[in-house]
């Protein structure tokens, strides 16, 4: 037994050196272009090698290989896989050490006209920010001057093209910007299909539909969806296949047309299942089950729920947008079970998972913001570092020769100025554009509020509803849920007063002895509520209210006035 395990490895030992050889020889001396496919089965091959001490060794006869004939591009293709593969596997070695070698790399490719390599090393500078740092700003950076050189060559000269151009677009759908993804993603779009690129185009397509299926477009998202589906590339079994017809499928969902997406969606799950995705599993799993619930197939409902409530265990960080799919339709099947304590306990666990999702795209964006101050910072203390030194040496110079660089030196002076206080009008827009994200995050939590009440003044009316207005346990639970509570009145207050700076202290200055009930109704009234509504956000009846603003006219002293002009004069 032992002997047949060393003849083995001695024959995939000569079977790896054989194919090495071989390999060698397609890269001697070839274009870009005409190796691609030899480079690709390359970096597969070794990529898939957590032996580091192995892979040195092959890629030091490879480079060895490119001295002995004189080939310099095999010796900068040995330097960018040996920094792409401890970026990839990250081992030991520190982030600042890989970022020095892919840095040097991509200079050499730049200086010494290999285009390709210059490209590649800073799509791998921009992976490393983005996906093992987290310096977003910096992958930003990257990825704008990968663009940028992109437009220097072509997809036929260069067959990464569209892979590099979608891998842009996938960054800008990260954070939300749809119609900055699609400008890319259009542009790997216009490269031709290859059995090399396929993928690449797949992805494009695939994200190019998400993109309009976000901006609410869904018969455009349909179009990419499908023609994701009919890449003659693509085969039935491919996970790229089932995605594209669970996104088919869950467009089919949002249209309500539950019985064309039901085959479509479980095909999804099925292809995630087999390939152990279980994020991707899970995603298609909740709304499986919402749409059995819709039809009132409530035990399909919960046998999907089960299943995705495995999915997302299994999963590694589940994203909190399907937490929050996930908890919402667990609640509404509590719901129409009439369990209204499982009900809320669900309803509650939603919430906190969509505040975690504004919580992260709140947080992404001002780290975007502080990395792009510090860097600014760092950027102003190096500028007055070498100017400071650059009078010094001015002034020595004026010294010597005085009258020659007087000129020179009020030149100098002006453009210190003038770059100071380019300086400063930056800082400035900075806190400005800080400023204005803190409103916008006020006044999306204001517009979550009153979304929130016109939610639950709607289920109280339909549970009212389906109760013949008889009151129930549920309906008591519900309506308690949704009153302004002291401790949400004061929270909300914060948010309000960000969106209408000095509103309540005016109230108050205006109507002298006006009640904390007052206040909360003409508040809600500012949001543009209704009567109902704020009913139900105060816990009164609609009788109460009405009792409550004639108070309020009276101290008004104008009878005649609506609370809806009322709230306008403030």
């Known amino acids: 037994m032992f002997r047949n395990k060393i003849a083995i490895l001695l024959l995939f030992t000569l079977i790896f050196c054989l194919f090495g050889h071989a390999q060698y020889q397609g890269l001697l001396r070839t274009p870009y272009k005409n190796k691609v496919y030899i480079i690709d089965t390359l970096y597969r091959k070794l990529i898939n090698n957590e032996d580091a001490s192995k892979t040195h060794a092959f890629l030091k006869e490879m480079e060895a290989y490119g001295l002995k004939y004189g080939d310099r591009e095999i010796v900068l293709e040995v330097e960018l ?3 792409y593969y401890y970026s990839y596997w990250k081992f030991n070695n520190p982030h600042d050490i890989i970022i020095q070698k892919l840095k040097a790399i991509e200079k050499k490719g730049n200086e010494e006209g290999y285009l390709h390599i210059e490209a590649r090393a800073i799509r791998v500078l921009a992976e490393h920010y983005w996906r093992r740092i987290g310096n977003y700003e910096l992958a930003s950076e990257y990825y704008l001057k990968l663009g940028n050189l992109l437009q220097k060559t072509d997809a036929v000269e260069f067959p990464n093209a569209a892979e590099y151009y979608y891998l842009i677009g996938e960054l800008h759908y990260f954070f939300k910007d749809y119609v900055g993804a699609m400008s890319y993603v259009r542009k790997a779009l216009a490269v031709a299909e290859t059995d090399f690129n396929w993928k690449a185009i797949w992805s494009a397509k695939n994200t190019m539909g998400l993109c309009y299926r976000q ?29 594209a017809q669970g996104n088919i499928g869950y467009n089919y969902y949002l249209r309500k047309k539950y019985d064309k997406a039901i085959p479509l969606i479980l095909l999804d799950a099925i292809g995630a299942v087999k390939e152990k995705d279980w994020r991707l599993a899970a995603g298609a799993g909740v709304p499986l089950a919402n749409i059995y619930l819709q039809q009132k197939q409530y035990d399909k409902s919960w046998a999907w ?75 102003a203390e190096r500028t007055e570092f070498l100017l400071k030194q650059r009078i010094k040496d001015t002034q020595v110079l004026v010294l010597i020769i005085v009258v020659v660089f007087l000129g020179i030196l009020v030149v100098l002076i002006y453009y210190l100025q003038r770059r100071k206080r380019l300086m400063i009008e930056a800082a400035k827009d900075a806190k400005l554009k800080l400023a204005n994200r803190e409103l916008e995050i006020a006044k999306h939590q204001i517009d979550i ?6 939610a639950n003044s709607e289920l109280i009316e339909e549970m009212q509803v389906a109760h013949e207005y008889q009151q129930s ?11 302004l509570t002291d401790a949400s009145w004061d929270k909300f207050q914060e948010a309000f ?21 007052e206040t909360k109704m003409v508040v809600l009234a500012k949001l543009k509520l209704n009567k109902r509504e704020m009913g139900h956000a105060l816990g009164i009846s609609p009788q109460s209210l009405r009792v409550t603003w004639h108070r309020l006219r009276k101290k008004i002293e104008n009878d005649e006035i609506q609370l809806e002009d009322f709230v306008d004069q403030i």
């Open 305 to 379: 729920i089960e299943k995705s409530h495995a999915y997302i265990q299994k999963s590694n960080r589940p994203p909190h947008e399907l937490l929050e799919q996930f908890f919402t339709v667990k609640s509404a099947w509590y719901v129409a079970k009439g369990n209204a304590v499982m009900a809320k306990k669900y309803l509650d666990s939603a919430w906190k998972a969509k505040e975690e999702v504004q919580n992260k795209i709140n947080a992404l964006q001002l780290l975007r913001v502080q990395q792009k101050e510090y860097r600014q910072k760092l950027a």
């Open 449 to 454: 509020f009153a979304q929130t009440i016109s």
């Open 497 to 517: 007063e960000k969106v209408h700076p000095g509103y309540i202290r005016r109230l108050r200055e205006k109507i002298h002895g006006i009640t904390l009930a």
């Open 215 to 243: 901006l609410g477009k869904l018969d455009s998202a349909d179009y990419y969806f499908k023609d994701a589906v009919r890449s003659k590339y693509l085969k039935k079994n491919d996970i790229q296949y089932s995605i």
């Open 81 to 83: 896989f040996k920094a």
């Open 473 to 483: 346990e549920a309906i008591t639970l519900v309506t308690k849920n949704a009153i």
